[in-house]
């Protein structure tokens, strides 16, 4: 089993700035890939920004320059820097994992933090 805690979620006001954190725990022998995906309501699910082992990041053209993606692999965490925020970055954010176990991928999420940007 594994489980993703999910963390830093909250209202804040625009310009404001937040961190999201995703520790993973369980039956993980190696994490490949970590990311924040978003869904507003009555939108779908989108990438919001993804970091590989090696440090290599991807980030959706909207929070380029805003968002920073990170990793602690010791801790097999994931952290997510938003600054500047905007209304528009209103959503319930979501953790995936791709990891291995006993040499099989598996791809996991996380149950989601709320983020509000509002005045």
Avoid at 42 to 49: C, F, I, N, S, T
Avoid at 57 to 76: L, P
Avoid at 109 to 117: H, I, L, P
Wanted: with cysteine.
């Amino acid at each position: 089993q594994v489980q993703l805690v999910e963390s830093g979620g909250g209202l804040v006001q625009p310009g404001g700035s937040l961190r999201l954190s995703c520790a993973a725990s369980g039956s993980i022998d190696s994490i490949y890939n970590m990311g924040w995906y978003r869904q507003a309501p009555g939108k779908q699910r989108e990438l919001v920004a993804a970091i590989t082992s090696g440090g290599t990041t991807d980030y959706r053209a909207s929070v380029k320059g805003r968002f920073t993606i990170s990793r602690d692999n010791a801790k097999n965490t994931v952290y997510l820097q938003m600054n500047s925020l905007k209304p528009e970055d209103t959503a319930v954010y979501y953790c995936n994992v791709g990891y291995y176990s006993d040499y099989i991928p598996y791809d996991y999420w996380g149950r989601g933090t709320q983020v509000t940007v509002s005045s």
